[in-house]
């Protein structure tokens, strides 16, 4: 049994994959063709933004945004502490300062009224200046962006969203990828829409931001490709995963979110009288990246792992350890006792196989081995 069963989904696509990438090497535009240009269009078009700019990965993504917005030393970037290494990385190596937050501990995300403090107490501090809010979509789950929004805008600051797990997800009638004032994603293979290789994505309703963005992900150019009017990156979505993604695109629209959630629905409906299962609030909408369970200790999650093992079901732990514990991170001490909620999920969290084409008897063999 694979945790994701990228082999299942190339089959159920293969004839539109291949007919595609067979198309890309006839024309033999392999950077900047003609179906990166589509995609891009068509990203826009479901995320419901204005402008969208593919790029090489989810971490250039990040770090595009970041220089948008003019981070850079002596700034502070509020980012919460249970995520991907790359949703703090990418604030140190602009060089400013990570001020990490705590998050809830139902939905994973980025905890609002802890925000505020963490605000707060930076200005208090007055080592650094409140820059911008990186708000992470973990999970599939986009985090609580009127909550989040609220905050922001007392302090007069932006909100980047990491959506790299969240594309599809939603609030009301808006979706993943359009909270932020610039917000990214991942076509990294594993996630919910994801490539052959590496891959991102970035989204905004703003003409500046999409025009500077559009500018540092290729060296810096101005009016042509020779004219380098700032220092920027290499940072461009290959043609071919362009062309991959658009079959894959089409099928997550289609049936592969709604079969995402109907794996979750059929865990929760088996497990939850045994497990904390995971909760999206009454208006929110998961893509379900993971599927993660919340157990009483490491000695129980330990257990299990090595039981689901011995019949050949794979887990994951998403995340061991917290942003503000990461070796990387050494030394960090601001307001450390804040972030005790994340401490505790990192000992107590385990995702099980979750991906669209899970049967239904696979589903049910995970949950009857959960149960044992």
């Not at 995609?39 to 402008?51: F, I, K």
């Not at 140190?92 to 505020?116: P, S, Y």
């Amino acid at each position: 049994m694979q945790f994701i069963d990228l082999n299942a989904q190339y089959h159920a696509l293969k004839e539109h994959i291949d007919a595609n990438i067979a198309r890309v090497l006839e024309h033999g535009h392999y950077i900047g063709g003609e179906e990166v240009k589509t995609l891009s269009e068509e990203l826009a078009r479901y995320c419901g933004t204005q402008y969208c700019l593919t790029c090489a990965n989810g971490t250039d993504a990040l770090t595009l945004a970041l220089r948008c917005l003019g981070v850079g030393k002596g700034d502070a970037v509020f980012v919460p502490t249970f995520t991907f290494f790359a949703s703090a990385e990418t604030v140190a190596l602009e060089g400013a300062q990570c001020i990490f937050v705590d998050v809830d501990e139902r939905t994973f995300n980025l905890d609002a009224e802890k925000l505020d403090i963490a605000i707060r107490r930076v200005i208090e501090q007055g080592k650094y200046t409140p820059k911008c809010i990186v708000a992470v979509d973990l999970f599939g789950l986009p985090a609580d962006y009127p909550a989040i929004r609220r905050v922001a805008d007392r302090y007069g600051l932006p909100i980047i969203e990491d959506g790299a797990q969240g594309f599809g997800g939603s609030i009301g009638d808006k979706k993943a990828c359009s909270f932020g004032d610039i917000s990214t994603t991942s076509f990294f293979p594993a996630k919910p829409l994801g490539c052959y290789g590496d891959g991102g994505a970035i989204f905004t309703d703003r003409a500046e931001y999409y025009e500077l963005m559009s500018s540092l992900a290729v060296h810096g150019k101005g009016t042509f490709k020779y004219d380098n009017v700032r220092i920027g990156y290499n940072s461009r979505l290959d043609t071919l995963q362009a062309a991959i993604l658009l079959p894959k695109l089409d099928a997550f629209r289609r049936y592969e979110l709604d079969a995402r959630n109907r794996v979750a629905a059929r865990y929760t409906q088996a497990l939850q009288a045994r497990y904390t299962t995971p909760l999206v609030p009454e208006g929110f909408g998961s893509s379900w990246a993971q599927y993660t369970l919340i157990l009483d200790d490491t000695r129980q999650r330990e257990d299990l792992q090595a039981k689901l093992r011995e019949q050949g079901i794979p887990t994951m732990v998403y995340y061991p350890t917290p942003m503000h514990k990461q070796t990387a991170f050494g030394g960090y001490d601001f307001h450390t006792e804040d972030l005790r909620v994340a401490e505790s999920l990192c000992g107590r969290v385990m995702s099980i196989p979750m991906h669209p084409y899970l049967s239904d008897e696979d589903a049910d063999r995970i949950a009857r081995a959960l149960l044992a």
